[in-house]
C-alpha cells in the first residue's frame, strides 16, 4: 500500500459574512461545495512519497539535455574547428567555452529550480547543496541582499547546481570533441 499526500487547489479566496470563525468555516464550506457541484472544476496534485532527488543524475541529464537542445550548434563549431586541422581536445573545447556562453546554459538550466518557499522546496535546495558539496558555491557576494534564509539557500542551491551542470556538460563536450577528434583522424588514415 502506498501513502499519498494530496494537495487541493483553489483558484480563488472564498469570502464570507460570519460572526464567528466556526460559522465562517462552515460558510466557505458549503460555498465551496456547491462550486464545485457546478463547475466540476477542482484541480488535485498527487504526489507519491518519493525518494530524495540523487543530484549528480540530475545534473547530468540537465547537462545532456544541453548539448541536445544545442547540439547542431555544438557539431558544427566542432567539425570547423576539426576542419582547420584543429586536433588538440583541450584546445578546441577552450575556442568552444570562448564562443558559446557554456555557463550561461548551465545557469538557464538551473534557474527556477528552488525559487519557491515551501518546507519541501527548502529540504531540496539543502539536499542539493550537501550533495553536490564538490561543487558548492561558496561566493557569498551572490546572496547579499537576499531577505529570508530562504532566499539565500535557494540562491546558494541555484548556484551550486548550475556549477555542477557545467561540470557534467564540460566532461561531456570534451568527450564529444575526443571522440569527433579520434573520428576525423580515422578517416583521414584511411
Not at 40 to 61: C, G, M, Q, S, T
Request: a negative charge.
Amino acid at each position: 500500500m502506498y501513502k499519498y499526500n494530496i494537495k487541493v487547489y483553489f483558484e480563488r479566496f472564498i469570502e464570507v459574512e460570519a460572526n464567528g470563525i466556526k460559522e465562517a468555516e462552515e460558510k466557505a464550506l458549503k460555498q465551496v461545495k456547491a462550486e464545485i457541484d457546478k463547475e466540476k472544476k477542482i484541480r488535485f496534485e498527487v504526489k507519491e512519497n518519493e525518494l530524495p532527488i540523487n543530484w549528480y543524475k540530475y545534473a547530468n541529464e540537465e547537462a545532456n539535455d544541453i548539448i541536445n537542445n544545442y547540439r547542431d550548434e555544438i557539431d558544427e563549431f566542432i567539425n570547423t574547428e576539426i576542419g582547420k586541422n584543429e586536433s588538440d581536445e583541450n584546445e578546441i573545447f577552450d575556442k568552444l567555452y570562448q564562443e558559446k556562453d557554456l555557463i550561461d546554459w548551465a545557469h538557464m538550466a538551473a534557474d527556477n529550480r528552488f525559487i519557491y518557499n515551501s518546507t519541501d522546496a527548502l529540504i531540496e535546495a539543502l539536499q542539493c547543496i550537501d550533495r553536490l558539496s564538490e561543487w558548492e558555491e561558496t561566493d557569498s557576494g551572490l546572496f547579499e541582499g537576499l531577505k529570508t534564509i530562504e532566499e539565500q539557500i535557494n540562491a546558494r542551491a541555484t548556484y551550486t547546481l548550475s556549477n555542477a551542470i557545467y561540470a557534467k556538460l564540460e566532461e561531456q563536450l570534451k568527450d564529444l570533441i575526443t571522440e569527433k577528434v579520434t573520428d576525423n583522424i580515422i578517416n583521414l588514415k584511411k
